[in-house]
C-alpha cells in the first residue's frame, strides 16, 4: 500500500517522499524526504489516541525500511533488510509487522525499536498482512502469492498457527472487521485477482463475493470495511458494497475519467481519499453512496 489515512490526515507516497495532506483543506502539510530510492510499502501506526505519538513505516527499493513520527517527519529508526519486503502491518499492541519476498516474518517493537525474526514454515512470497487485537494477544492473518492464507495468534514474540486456507489466486489485500458485535464474529475479507472472499474465524466458514470481476494482480484494487459491516471493493472503475451475512451488492461507478492511483479509509470509516494518476486528491464522505466533499489539485506538485 502506497497511501494511509487517520482521522487528520491523508499520507501517499509518490518516488522517494512521503506526503502528508490536511484532512479537510488536502493542502500538503508535511513531507517525509529520508529515502532516496523509489518508496514500495507504506503503513501507519494504528495508535488513534494523538498525532504527536503516531509513527509511519515505509520501505524502499533500496531494501531500506524508516519508521518515522507523524508529527514531525523526524526518523525514528532505519533498519536495512537482505530481501525486498513485500508487505507492512502495525498491530493493535504498536508492533510492525514485515513480510518479504522469501516468506519471513520480522517484528519490529515500536517501544524499544527492537528487532526480531519470527518462525514460519511456508518459504513463498508474502503478499499481504492484516492483524487484529483479542483479549490477550494478536491475530495476524498472512496471506501469500501462491494463494494461500494463515491465521496465527501472537503473543509477544510468538506466534501460534490457528488457520490454513488453500487457494489458487494471488492475495493483494486482506481486513479484519467484527460484523456482529453480538456474535462477536471474526471475519476477515481476503481481495486476490479472483476476487473476494470472507473467511468466519469463529465458524471456519468461507463466502464469497458474487459478481466481482476478476482482475491481473497487478491492477489497481483496494479493500475495506464500512462501518456498517458492508465490504468495499474498488475494482474496474467500480465501487462494491457487499454484506457478507446477507450476501447483498451494490456496486457504484466512479464517475470519473480519471485512473486511480492509491485509495485510504479514515480510522473512523467516515472518509475515503482517493489519489489519482492525474494529480489530483479527491475526498468522499462515506454514506449510503460515496458522494464528493471536497477536491484539491496539486498545481506544484509533479508526479515523478
Not at 506466534?159 to 462477536?184: A, D, E, H, Y
Request: glycine share 4%; net charge neutral; charged share 20%.
Amino acid at each position: 500500500m502506497l497511501s494511509g489515512a487517520t482521522n487528520l490526515s491523508f499520507l501517499f507516497a509518490d518516488g522517494s517522499t512521503i506526503f502528508c495532506c490536511d484532512h479537510e483543506t488536502l493542502n500538503i502539510v508535511n513531507e517525509f524526504s529520508a529515502h532516496k530510492y523509489k518508496i514500495l510499502l507504506l503503513a501507519i501506526d494504528k495508535d488513534d489516541s494523538s498525532e504527536s505519538g503516531r509513527m509511519v513505516a515505509s520501505f524502499d527499493q533500496n531494501r531500506r525500511l524508516y519508521v518515522s513520527y507523524l508529527d514531525s517527519a523526524a526518523i525514528r529508526e532505519g533498519f536495512d533488510f537482505p530481501y525486498i519486503m513485500t508487505a507492512l502491518e502495525w498491530t493493535d499492541d504498536h508492533d510492525l509487522i514485515c513480510g518479504d519476498i522469501k516468506g519471513n516474518l520480522t517484528l519490529i517493537s515500536r517501544s524499544s525499536m527492537h528487532r526480531t525474526s519470527l518462525k514460519t514454515d511456508k518459504p513463498a512470497e508474502i503478499t499481504a498482512l492484516a492483524s487484529k487485537s483479542r483479549a490477550n494477544s494478536q491475530l495476524v492473518a498472512i496471506g501469500y502469492r501462491c494463494g494461500a492464507l494463515k491465521v496465527v495468534e501472537k503473543r509477544q514474540t510468538t506466534l501460534t498457527f490457528l488457520i490454513k486456507i488453500s487457494g489458487s489466486c494471488p492475495i493483494r489485500t486482506m481486513t479484519w472487521n467484527s460484523v456482529s458485535q453480538s456474535q462477536q464474529a471474526e471475519m476477515l475479507a481476503v481481495q486476490s485477482s479472483g476476487g473476494v472472499r470472507c473467511v468466519s474465524l469463529n465458524h471456519s466458514e468461507v463466502t464469497e463475493l458474487p459478481s466481482t470481476s476478476r482482475s491481473p494482480f497487478y491492477a489497481y484494487s483496494w479493500m475495506a470495511w464500512s462501518s456498517a459491516g458492508r465490504i468495499m471493493q474498488y475494482s474496474a472503475a467500480n465501487l462494491h458494497f457487499w454484506d457478507p451475512l446477507t450476501g447483498d451488492n451494490v456496486s457504484l461507478p466512479f464517475v470519473s475519467p480519471r485512473d486511480v492511483k492509491s485509495m485510504a479509509i479514515d480510522p473512523a470509516k467516515k472518509n475515503l481519499y482517493v489519489l489519482y494518476l492525474d494529480k489530483t486528491i479527491l475526498k468522499y464522505e462515506l454514506s449510503s453512496s460515496p458522494t464528493p466533499i471536497n477536491e484539491s489539485r496539486l498545481l506544484n506538485f509533479v508526479l515523478r
